[in-house]
């Protein structure tokens, strides 16, 4: 059988295992094929290739559910499930998703783009299913990087006390989240799959008995079931943290050995109450590249497949925001030993790993718990370091009750930088950068800041770490700078909430937060072609608000546009409207930013377009509601 001819997973029930294996072969074509032309997430599922296939032949996915954590490891379940066909139009707009999507298929049962949610929501529906009294099975793949994360072990803690609940997890142990683990979570892990007797086992048991007289190379198919079962005798603590927890522990097995986990899979479904299954796979297998380099093959920027180089660019860039981070901060930590990074599993994408090459004793990685990455930044900030949390918008979602109770209430000094700010592209809307002004405006005791450039960026960076009334966050967006230029050193700090004028018109205010503050000088461009003059005003602040500066020239000019790369309800344009109506400064005010909807996976250009975010958008609207008595034409 053919990869294209499998429209339903259960059509691999009754396939032999060399007909599997070519599933398997063809699934990692594939899934290269596309990523090195689109990019994408490459490593994770390369790596579970087996473990899918090996699980679906074992289930029915006409009432059997598989909650998969993250997405990450989802690519062969996507083409495993209806969707090889359009495979190629990967994180493409209109296309498939990087992600689990409900709505994208009845086999995601469960969308999902941050970590550590799958044996949870998988417990809510065995419990669901027991309540009804439905007989299908539900079994939770999760990485070990993801089982760092605090959500997982609480439900672990509470699927071990529900006996009677039939539930299958599946540990995906690779070592690897993005980077590699750390925490004594994934040691113990590793402890389990390099011990010595597991080991001794794995690799020498069947080549041992291939020397006995009467066996040769014909081993019996119960050989697997008899190294397991040694295996357990001879490593006797093996699962005990898990066993102790209350479920019945099965591994760890070889993730890439079909009739091994073939035969697993089977036995765990007929063992009652909470079964985890240790899975030992490898990330990036069956392509040596990203074998070799697990953390930059993690994803990809389209890549030559022969060579597994990036594919030049014809025209140089300026240097990413994350890189200008993480250059700046290390170069202020080594004069100020009192900076410490701290990063939830994310330190090449926040730049941190700049930081953790240079200066390790101030770099902390506290894995997937961004939740304790907060309230460990609280202590540091007790004791008088300046941590600073860096750590993705869309992830530090996740930390809402320690930003308030741990930080805000108690009025710690906490820096936090929010790397992806705004709209962040293929990866869909579990990641967009979407709410971080709204949800920390309304906080008491928090200062908010974002820069128009990198070269902004860095005295903002100066701004949160010499700050001590409280906390501080900075966003700056995905991508690269606009190629200012940048200091070495000697950074000037900013003054606590003061913008500054950038343009100056009589005819309309334009203000402008964060990476929207170029594009509004383009805007304020475009309408001044058409003769209208703007003032454009780079906020700087969204808390507290430079009034000193906005409320008399909106009085002045009478017409008011705020600009922003988030959230309309509750975000900046909601903070200068508020502004101007607590001092009754009854003027028309236009907010543009992003409205009450989900921006889906596209390119960021896309989804500003779709969003009416350009620039020649922008003009067009403001000319339309403001001048629409003049004859305007603004070509998009």
Same mark, same amino acid.
């Given at each position: 059988?053919?990869?294209?001819?499998?429209?339903?997973?259960?059509?691999?029930?009754?396939?032999?295992?060399?007909?599997?294996?070519?599933?398997?072969?063809?699934?990692?074509?594939?899934?290269?094929?596309?990523?090195?032309?689109?990019?994408?997430?490459?490593?994770?599922?390369?790596?579970?290739?087996?473990?899918?296939?090996?699980? +679906?032949?074992?289930?029915?996915?006409?009432?059997?559910?598989?909650?998969?954590?993250?997405?990450?490891?989802?690519?062969?379940?996507?083409?495993?499930?209806?969707? +090889?066909?359009?495979?190629?139009?990967?994180?493409?707009?209109?296309?498939?998703?990087?992600?689990?999507?409900?709505?994208?298929?009845?086999?995601?049962?469960?969308?999902?783009?941050?970590?550590?949610?799958?044996?949870?929501?998988?417990?809510?529906?065995?419990?669901?299913?027991?309540?009804?009294?439905?007989?299908?099975?539900?079994?939770?793949?999760?990485?070990?990087?993801?089982?760092?994360?605090?959500?997982?072990?609480?439900?672990?803690?509470?699927?071990?006390?529900?006996?009677?609940?039939?539930?299958?997890?599946?540990?995906? !142990?690779?070592?690897?989240?993005?980077?590699?683990?750390?925490?004594?979570?994934?040691?113990?892990?590793?402890?389990?799959?390099?011990?010595?007797?597991?080991?001794?086992?794995?690799?020498?048991?069947?080549?041992?008995?291939?020397?006995?007289?009467?066996?040769?190379?014909?081993?019996?198919?119960?050989?697997?079931?008899?190294?397991?079962?040694?295996?357990?005798?001879?490593?006797?603590?093996?699962?005990?943290?898990?066993?102790?927890?209350?479920?019945?522990?099965?591994?760890?097995?070889?993730?890439?050995?079909?009739?091994?986990?073939?035969?697993?899979?089977?036995?765990?479904?007929?063992?009652?109450?909470?079964?985890?299954?240790?899975?030992?796979?490898?990330?990036?297998?069956? +392509?040596?590249?990203?074998?070799?380099?697990?953390?930059?093959?993690?994803?990809?920027?389209?890549?030559?497949?022969?060579?597994?180089?990036?594919?030049?660019?014809?025209?140089?860039?300026?240097?990413?925001?994350?890189?200008?981070?993480?250059?700046?901060?290390?170069?202020?930590?080594?004069?100020?030993?009192?900076?410490?990074?701290?990063?939830?599993?994310?330190?090449?994408?926040?730049?941190?790993?700049?930081?953790?090459?240079?200066?390790?004793?101030?770099?902390?990685?506290?894995?997937?718990?961004?939740?304790?990455?907060?309230?460990?930044?609280?202590?540091?900030?007790?004791?008088?370091?300046?941590?600073?949390?860096?750590?993705?918008?869309?992830?530090?979602?996740?930390?809402?009750?320690?930003?308030?109770?741990?930080?805000?209430?108690?009025?710690?000094?906490?820096?936090?930088?929010?790397?992806?700010?705004?709209?962040?592209?293929?990866?869909?809307?579990?990641?967009?950068?979407?709410?971080?002004?709204?949800?920390?405006?309304?906080?008491?005791?928090?200062?908010?800041?974002?820069?128009?450039?990198?070269?902004?960026?860095?005295?903002?960076?100066?701004?949160?770490?010499?700050?001590?009334?409280?906390?501080?966050?900075?966003?700056?967006?995905?991508?690269?700078?606009?190629?200012?230029?940048?200091?070495?050193?000697?950074?000037?700090?900013?003054?606590?909430?003061?913008?500054?004028?950038?343009?100056?018109? !009589?005819?309309?205010?334009?203000?402008? +937060?964060?990476?929207?503050?170029?594009?509004?000088?383009?805007?304020?461009?475009?309408?001044?072609?058409?003769?209208?003059?703007?003032?454009?005003?780079?906020?700087?602040?969204?808390?507290?608000?430079?009034?000193?500066?906005?409320?008399?020239?909106?009085?002045?000019?009478?017409?008011?546009?705020?600009?922003?790369?988030?959230?309309?309800?509750?975000?900046?344009?909601?903070?200068?409207?508020?502004?101007?109506?607590?001092?009754?400064?009854?003027?028309?005010?236009?907010?543009?930013?992003?409205?009450?909807?989900?921006?889906?996976?596209?390119?960021? !250009?896309?989804?500003?377009?779709?969003?009416?975010?350009?620039?020649?958008?922008?003009?067009?609207?403001?000319?339309?509601?403001?001048?629409?008595?003049?004859?305007?034409?603004?070509?998009?």
């Amino acid at each position: 059988m053919h990869l294209s001819e499998l429209t339903h997973p259960n059509q691999l029930h009754g396939l032999s295992t060399y007909q599997l294996q070519q599933i398997a072969r063809q699934i990692r074509e594939k899934h290269l094929e596309t990523v090195a032309a689109t990019g994408g997430h490459l490593g994770p599922g390369l790596g579970v290739v087996e473990l899918t296939i090996a699980l +679906y032949y074992t289930l029915d996915l006409d009432q059997d559910k598989v909650i998969w954590d993250v997405g990450h490891q989802a690519y062969p379940h996507k083409m495993l499930t209806g969707r +090889y066909s359009r495979f190629h139009t990967l994180r493409q707009k209109d296309g498939i998703a990087g992600y689990l999507k409900r709505c994208e298929s009845k086999f995601d049962h469960f969308g999902a783009g941050h970590a550590s949610t799958s044996i949870s929501a998988a417990l809510g529906m065995a419990l669901a299913r027991d309540h009804k009294g439905e007989k299908f099975k539900v079994a939770a793949v999760i990485g070990d990087g993801a089982l760092t994360g605090g959500m997982a072990l609480e439900a672990i803690n509470h699927a071990g006390h529900l006996p009677k609940t039939n539930l299958l997890v599946v540990l995906n !142990d690779n070592e690897m989240s993005i980077s590699p683990n750390v925490g004594a979570i994934p040691r113990y892990l590793n402890k389990l799959r390099l011990s010595p007797p597991v080991q001794f086992l794995s690799d020498n048991l069947e080549e041992q008995l291939k020397h006995l007289p009467f066996v040769g190379e014909s081993i019996s198919p119960d050989l697997n079931r008899l190294k397991e079962g040694m295996k357990r005798l001879a490593v006797p603590k093996v699962g005990a943290v898990f066993e102790e927890l209350g479920f019945t522990y099965m591994g760890p097995i070889d993730g890439h050995n079909l009739e091994e986990l073939i035969a697993t899979f089977q036995q765990a479904h007929k063992t009652p109450g909470p079964v985890l299954v240790h899975v030992a796979t490898v990330k990036g297998k069956g +392509y040596e590249v990203a074998e070799q380099d697990q953390v930059g093959y993690h994803a990809q920027n389209p890549f030559n497949l022969a060579t597994g180089k990036a594919i030049p660019s014809n025209k140089p860039k300026p240097p990413g925001y994350s890189k200008v981070f993480g250059e700046t901060l290390t170069k202020i930590a080594e004069n100020d030993p009192r900076v410490i990074g701290i990063t939830a599993a994310m330190a090449t994408g926040t730049g941190l790993d700049i930081l953790q090459k240079r200066l390790p004793d101030q770099y902390i990685d506290v894995g997937i718990a961004e939740q304790h990455a907060v309230t460990l930044a609280a202590g540091l900030a007790c004791e008088g370091m300046r941590p600073v949390a860096t750590i993705y918008s869309t992830f530090l979602q996740r930390a809402f009750d320690q930003i308030i109770h741990d930080v805000c209430i108690q009025k710690l000094p906490v820096f936090f930088c929010l790397d992806r700010a705004g709209i962040v592209g293929a990866d869909g809307p579990t990641h967009q950068g979407m709410y971080d002004i709204a949800y920390l405006r309304c906080i008491p005791n928090m200062v908010l800041m974002a820069p128009k450039d990198e070269a902004e960026l860095q005295r903002m960076i100066v701004t949160g770490i010499e700050y001590t009334e409280g906390a501080i966050a900075l966003r700056y967006p995905r991508g690269n700078g606009y190629g200012v230029p940048l200091m070495e050193e000697g950074w000037e700090p900013l003054e606590i909430g003061k913008g500054e004028i950038l343009r100056t018109g !009589d005819d309309v205010l334009l203000v402008a +937060y964060g990476s929207m503050v170029y594009p509004s000088m383009q805007t304020a461009e475009i309408l001044h072609e058409h003769g209208i003059e703007a003032t454009v005003v780079n906020a700087r602040f969204a808390k507290p608000l430079d009034t000193e500066l906005i409320l008399p020239l909106a009085e002045k000019i009478g017409r008011v546009v705020t600009l922003e790369e988030g959230c309309l309800p509750g975000g900046f344009g909601s903070a200068v409207a508020e502004a101007l109506l607590d001092v009754d400064i009854r003027v028309p005010l236009t907010r543009i930013g992003v409205p009450d909807i989900l921006v889906d996976h596209a390119s960021p !250009d896309q989804s500003k377009a779709s969003l009416g975010l350009t620039p020649a958008q922008m003009a067009e609207r403001i000319l339309s509601k403001f001048f629409s008595t003049q004859e305007v034409t603004v070509s998009i």
